[in-house]
């Protein structure tokens, strides 16, 4: 099973509906605000999550109390934001893969909220991937093979998500790395380039935030 | 002394005035791509850096030789983002404090690059806060203190920059928090909102990405 989540930040309307298209889901999870984009373009999804605080209540209403649709209402006091919410509902279908929509711009601090929450699936063993119109951001543990005809973008950048990511060797890549020690606070890894067919990245220790980007 | 970073990040040109005047710099290093918002502003800038790979010949030509301006050119191949070179520039003059504008939007690699550059002010016990039109990020050790009416924003949100930060304590905001774990992946602390006149956050362990924003 294939779980897409779509989340509250800043997307254009077309690049949700190429996305939505592309990835082919078999369940859809929106998130809150999310709603006002889904109600905007029509496309279909079986779960909403959140507090609805940030959604037209003549947007809601449309869709709160349809029998084809999970509804999971909470207080705006709770201890998680509507994006790992919505991450728990995914999680729990035992899904192959998720993806995440609208998961960056504006508000940085849910930005780096969301990007945190793909550790929480790889705790799980489950594979996320956060798309934007600029970026395909996931998290890599032990070793990743990119293909050049696959990329997302021209440029291809690794960062430790903890204090180190130790011992990382890039092979395939413009610019090479042989056992290199990643430090969280320096920029060695970013804007590398995908050279041959196939490259690959390989950690020994700790876990890189890998974003593959478009300028 | 009060050091100013420009980065080629998506930013108004009013935006950057505004923050250009309030901030009343001492010292103004402008990073590669930036240049361009410098030339169309007029602003006035003491040191220019990068590989100069962002920008066009004929604005670069207008600075390159002025004898007012310390120009650093790297090699495209560089083992640093043009970013962590302006950082290091800052550093160099031991400044009082370090504001960066232009680090966010567009790229996350760059976007989460320059948020780890944070990390390497704080090393050097140089406060360093990175500014864009919605958001106002710092890195907290320790403890820091916030006035409601100095707040950049409605909201205000705390994130484990490492694996945990531990025995957090907010007090003073709409939800209080009191010697609470907060973990990497999770999103308790995102969110809340400055509530008395002051505000105060303590970490008895680990580091906090602090984020006030705007909606």
Redesign the interface.
């Known amino acids: 099973m294939k779980v897409l989540i779509i989340l509250g930040g800043k997307m254009p309307d077309d690049f949700l509906k190429k996305m939505y298209e592309n990835y082919k889901a078999d369940y859809v999870i929106v998130a809150d605000g999310a709603l006002a984009a889904m109600d905007r373009t029509g496309l279909i999804f079986h779960s909403l999550v959140g507090d609805f605080d940030t959604i037209a209540p003549e947007i809601l209403e449309k869709y709160e109390h349809r029998s084809n649709i999970y509804v999971e209402r909470h207080i705006p ?1 709770k ?3 509507d ?2 919410l919505a991450v728990w509902i995914a999680m729990k279908k035992q899904p192959k893969e998720i993806a995440i929509l609208g998961a ?10 969301n ?3 793909l ?2 699936c790889m ?1 799980k063993n489950i594979p996320c991937v956060i798309y ?1 119109e ?2 395909r ?1 996931t998290l890599i543990q032990k070793e990743a093979i990119f293909q050049k005809k696959t990329s997302y973008g021209t ?1 291809i ?1 690794f ?1 430790p998500f ?2 180190y990511a130790e011992h990382v060797t890039l092979e395939g890549f413009r ?1 090479p790395l042989s056992d290199a020690l990643l430090e ?5 890894a ?2 590398n380039e995908i050279e041959a067919d196939i490259a690959k990245v390989t950690v020994e220790k700790g876990i890189l ?1 890998c ?1 593959e ?1 478009r ?1």
């Not at 960056?104 to 909220?113: Q, S």
């Not at 969280?184 to 060695?188: A, D, E, F, N």
Request: aromatic share 10%; hydrophobic share 25%; no cysteine.
């Open positions: 006091e201890n998680q934001t994006s790992e960056t711009g504006g508000r940085m601090d849910h930005t780096i909220g990007i945190h929450l550790y929480q705790k934007d600029w970026n951001i440029y950048s960062l903890q204090e610019y969280k606070g320096t920029t060695l970013i804007s935030i974003v980007s300028d």
